[in-house]
């Protein structure tokens, strides 16, 4: 008995294409001036919108900034968080060069730009707590996308090992 593929049907029926069916990649939703387009724009538009918003909710610090020490800690943490955010985003960057489904690619953008905005609510120490809930949970959402993106980001890493090990081979 054929294998079957979630992507792949074994007879197509009257009147459906033969082969596999995907859903559009991030690659084709860039070159197309659509509707689908437009969504990707307003994707990246909401999260930047999620940063800005994030920065200008980082007013003035509260209680934790009366002892100078204690500040200046806190804001070391919220610098290495964002340092930790950074790897992330280009990690997501780095998937995003790929083909990805629109949910998947939606769902990333969106995490990135919650784990980075933590750190800057953090920076200001008014809302430190509320800052480290927004880096945790844009962080976890994107392990949650990894651990459900791993048999194509394990094909991706397999394919760029090949291609590392097939130039360093002498002519």
Do not use: C
């Not at 999620?50 to 806190?74: H, I, K, Q, W």
């Not at 083909?99 to 769902?107: F, H, Y």
């Not at 392990?143 to 002498?170: F, H, T, V």
Request: glycine share 10%; proline share 7%.
């Amino acid at each position: 008995m054929a294998r079957l593929d979630r992507h792949h049907s074994p007879a197509p029926f009257a009147g459906t294409p033969a082969g596999p069916t995907r859903p559009p990649t991030v690659h084709a939703l860039r070159g197309r001036a659509s509707a689908s387009g437009l969504s990707w724009r307003l994707t990246l538009l909401v999260a930047l919108s999620v940063t800005a918003v994030a920065t200008l909710v980082a007013g003035a610090g509260n209680g934790l900034a009366d002892d100078p020490d204690l500040a200046t800690l806190l804001r070391v943490t919220s610098i290495t968080k964002g340092v930790i955010a950074l790897g992330a985003a280009t990690i997501v960057e780095w998937r995003l060069r790929h083909p990805i489904g629109w949910p998947k690619a939606a769902a990333a953008i969106t995490a990135a730009a919650l784990a980075l905005a933590g750190p800057l609510v953090m920076f200001g120490l008014a809302h430190f707590q509320a800052g480290a809930a927004l880096h945790y949970a844009g962080l976890g959402s994107l392990g949650l996308l990894a651990w459900l993106d791993r048999k194509p980001i394990a094909a991706l890493l397999a394919a760029a090992a090949e291609d590392r090990r097939r130039r360093s081979r002498p002519l």
